[in-house]
Nanobody, 120 residues
Framework: QVQLAESGGGLVQPGGSLTLSCVASGSISEIFTMGWYRQTPGKEREVVATKKVTDRTTFGDFVQGRFSISWDSEKGTCELQMKDLKPEDTAIYYC??????????????WGQGTRVTVSP
């Protein structure tokens, strides 16, 4: 079993920076992907950034080089570093993990979310 807890959200001005943190607990050695998604009311959840155990990284098209992601697989921690934030980045950000135990179906694991508000 894997559980996720994210933190670091808050209010930031346009152009500012913010770092979100996620801590995975449980069978962290069975996590093969970690990352961040975000969602606003009435919209579908969208990928922000993901990182695989191969170090392959993906970003949403809106990131445009503004964000970076780090993952310490031994500690089960994942951080999203955001800069040059825009009002349209306002959303609830969710930590994500792909739990892949041998002989069992893959399982998507989600945190409870942390709110990010970009406003003057």
């Amino acid at each position: 079993q894997v559980q996720l807890a994210e933190s670091g959200g808050g209010l930031v001005q346009p152009g500012g920076s913010l770092t979100l943190s996620c801590v995975a607990s449980g069978s962290i050695s069975e996590i093969f992907t970690m990352g961040w998604y975000r969602q606003t009311p009435g919209k579908e959840r969208e990928v922000v950034a993901t990182k695989k155990v191969t170090d392959r990284t993906t970003f949403g098209d809106f990131v445009q080089g503004r964000f970076s992601i780090s993952w310490d697989s031994e500690k089960g921690t994942c951080e999203l570093q955001m800069k040059d934030l825009k009002p349209e980045d306002t959303a609830i950000y969710y930590c994500y993990a792909l739990h892949d135990r041998l002989g069992e179906p893959r399982k998507d694991v989600w945190g409870q979310g942390t709110r990010v508000t970009v406003s003057p």
